[in-house]
T-cell receptor, first 113, second 113 residues
Framework: GENVEQHPSTLSVQEGDSAVIKCTYSDSASNYFPWYKQELGKRPQLIID?????GEKKDQRIAVTLNKTAKHFSLHITETQPEDSAVYFCAAALIQGAQKLVFGQGTRLTINP | GAVVSQHPSWVICKSGTSVKIECRSLDFQATTMFWYRQFPKQSLMLMATSNEGSKATYEQGVEKDKFLINHASLTLSTLTVTSAHPEDSSFYICSAGDATEQYFGPGTRLTVT
């Protein structure tokens, strides 16, 4: 089955700097890669996703890149703000929607003011 | 986006008792729902796939006789933790998807004393 590895497990950056979180996946058939932000005790919230027919996607300060050949994808947050502090999870699935997600281990991002 | 609700949001029960958690899709029909478990500071681990009108599909290592899943309608799936023990204390989250993405419930915090 699919296996998703996520690094780093913790990341601390100065406010205004950029943060990068990386994930690798094992199943070349996976074609949907969402990123979630989770605050303590809350549900995961989708912040951006990418499909395997696209190499990069950007939404304001957040971007995701996908390298299908290498089977890895990354989350980039620019101009970080204190409210970006949270746990971020990457995930992989065969098809979006009603297909099960396999999550990475999570990255605790701390933005230092 | 679509809304998924869970009830209760938190529950405390004594060891040996059973607890039922409900997951509802409020504004769309979901033939498939997913149940995840999240221990403190860990990732979301898929427990089972709930299929409307048929038996649930359990992930490896998840005891199907302990975690009973019923998906009797297109908007409701229930997870019953039978004979709960302290090690079952966790954050249980359900999700349901449509053609575009998967939507998570707010989660249920289960504490077994």
């Amino acid at each position: 089955g699919e296996n998703v590895e996520q690094h780093p497990s913790t990341l601390s950056v100065q406010e205004g700097d950029s943060a990068v979180i990386k994930c690798t996946y094992s199943d070349s058939a996976s074609n949907y890669f969402p990123w979630y932000k989770q605050e303590l005790g809350k549900r995961p919230q989708l912040i951006i996703d990418i499909r395997s027919n696209v190499g990069e996607k950007k939404d304001q300060r957040i971007a995701v890149t996908l390298n299908k050949t290498a089977k890895h994808f990354s989350l980039h947050i620019t101009e970080t703000q204190p409210e970006d502090s949270a746990v971020y999870f990457c995930a992989a699935a065969l098809i979006q929607g009603a297909q099960k997600l396999v999550f990475g281990q999570g990255t605790r991002l701390t933005i230092n003011p | 986006g679509a809304v998924v609700s869970q009830h209760p949001s938190w529950v405390i029960c004594k060891s040996g008792t059973s607890v039922k958690i409900e997951c509802r899709s409020l504004d769309f029909q979901a033939t498939t729902m997913f149940w995840y478990r999240q221990f403190p500071k860990q990732s979301l681990m898929l427990m089972a796939t709930s299929n409307e009108g048929s038996k649930a599909t359990y992930e490896q290592g998840v005891e199907k006789d302990k975690f009973l899943i019923n998906h009797a309608s297109l908007t409701l799936s229930t997870l019953t933790v039978t004979s709960a023990h302290p090690e079952d204390s966790s954050f249980y989250i359900c999700s349901a998807g449509d053609a575009t993405e998967q939507y998570f419930g707010p989660g249920t915090r289960l504490t077994v004393t």
